[in-house]
């Protein structure tokens, strides 16, 4: 079956701009989480969806922020974007809750903010 | 608080050794989830393991096992017979129980496995 997509794979900002990521997750799976990887920060939680709702949220600000359609496609949008928020950004799918770890990543978006 | 730690950042190692990477975690509860991740190039995290608090029997997955040990809070990994293929990013994570509770990753090991 078809794995976890995420698009775009690469795209490039400006600051202060915005930004969207798309998530397709397995299907089936209701579970949608979301992560930071930088070089410095390692691998961080940002939030998890599950059947539209927001299940769990990371320490991140606000202009980080998610939605999960019907169809289980989840989209996070980050605003007014800073040069730190330069990552890879990757989503999960699952179908339990992401604290039970089994986890299904996509290959990630990856963002450079200028 | 949960926290994990890796602390080789980095690990080369010739085709065919095996090679052990290291996870010590600390968490405050008594039922929690330890993983294993593996990151490879192309970017996607696969998941390796999962394993509960309750079971702390040694896993063996073909050249792959796992060694769980609540007595020093450490969950490491090796490689038996080693390829290039295993060169990787690995990450040790740790998570509780409760439906909010936040999967937590270690910085990872990367490892490089030489022709």
């Known amino acids: 079956k078809a794995g976890v997509t995420q698009t775009p794979r690469y795209l490039i900002k400006t600051r202060g701009q915005q930004v969207t990521l798309s998530c397709s997750p397995i299907s089936g799976h209701r579970s949608v989480s979301w992560y930071q990887q930088t070089p410095g920060q390692g691998l961080q939680f940002l939030f998890e969806y599950f059947s539209e709702t927001q299940r769990n949220k990371g320490n991140f600000p606000g202009r980080f922020s998610g939605r999960q359609f019907s169809n289980s496609r989840s989209e996070m949008n980050v605003s007014t974007l800073e040069l730190g928020d330069s990552a890879l950004y990757l989503c999960?799918?699952?179908?339990?809750?992401?604290?039970?770890?089994?986890?299904?990543f996509g290959e990630g978006s990856r963002l450079t903010v200028l | 608080a949960q926290k994990v730690t890796q602390a080789q950042t980095e690990i080369s190692v010739v085709e065919k050794e095996d090679v052990t990477l290291d996870c010590v975690y600390e968490?405050?509860?008594?039922?929690?989830?330890l993983f294993w991740y593996k990151q490879p190039p192309s970017g996607e995290l696969v998941f390796l393991i999962r394993?509960?608090?309750?079971?702390?029997q040694n896993e063996i997955s073909g050249r792959y096992s796992w060694n769980f040990q609540k007595s020093t809070s450490s969950f490491n990994f090796t490689i038996t017979a080693s390829q290039v293929v295993d060169s990787a990013v690995y990450f040790c994570a740790l998570s509780g129980p409760k439906r909010d509770d936040k999967i937590i990753f270690g910085k990872g090991t990367r490892l490089h496995i030489l022709p």
């Open positions: 968490t405050r509860d008594t039922t929690y989830y």
């Open positions: 999960a799918s699952s179908l339990g809750g992401q604290n039970t770890g089994e986890l299904f």
């Open positions: 394993r509960n608090s309750f079971d702390e």
